[in-house]
């Protein structure tokens, strides 16, 4: 089963693929990403009677989008990848998923996906 994962905005939107069966879902993760990722995603897994051996790649929206929301899950289904010995690549653009998809097909495995924002991080400086 392929994972794809978008938190470039406060909805985290989620898409499991397996063979022909899709399943399309969002969550509005807001200020609770990092507490709740993978615990939405084991939810997730588990409607469906799957588990996290169950995953045989990753497809990640890179970016552009929010710096907090795309370092936070990449950093997980960086580490998720990592940890399961699957391939995980990263896609932008309208067609991210469609781009990802195609990747995997071919065997990619980019290992590591970085975050593309788009701009520099607006980052608030410290007043001390």
Not at 4 to 31: F, H, M, Q
Request: aromatic share 8%; glycine share 8%.
């Amino acid at each position: 089963m392929i994972i794809l994962i978008d938190t470039s905005t406060p909805v985290c939107k989620l898409s499991l693929i397996d063979g022909d069966w899709r399943y399309d879902n969002e969550w509005l993760a807001a200020r609770s990403l990092a507490r709740d990722l993978l615990g939405y995603l084991r939810d997730q897994l588990a409607i469906h009677g799957k588990t996290w051996s169950d995953i045989s790649a990753i497809g990640v929206y890179e970016g552009p989008g929010s710096f907090t929301g795309l370092r936070i899950s990449l950093t997980v289904m960086n580490t998720l990848a990592d940890s399961l010995a699957i391939p995980i690549v990263g896609a932008s653009g309208d067609d991210w998923q469609s781009q990802a998809l195609a990747k995997l097909k071919s065997g990619q495995n980019q290992r590591i996906v970085l975050p593309q924002y788009g701009s520099e991080a607006h980052i608030t400086i410290s007043k001390k």
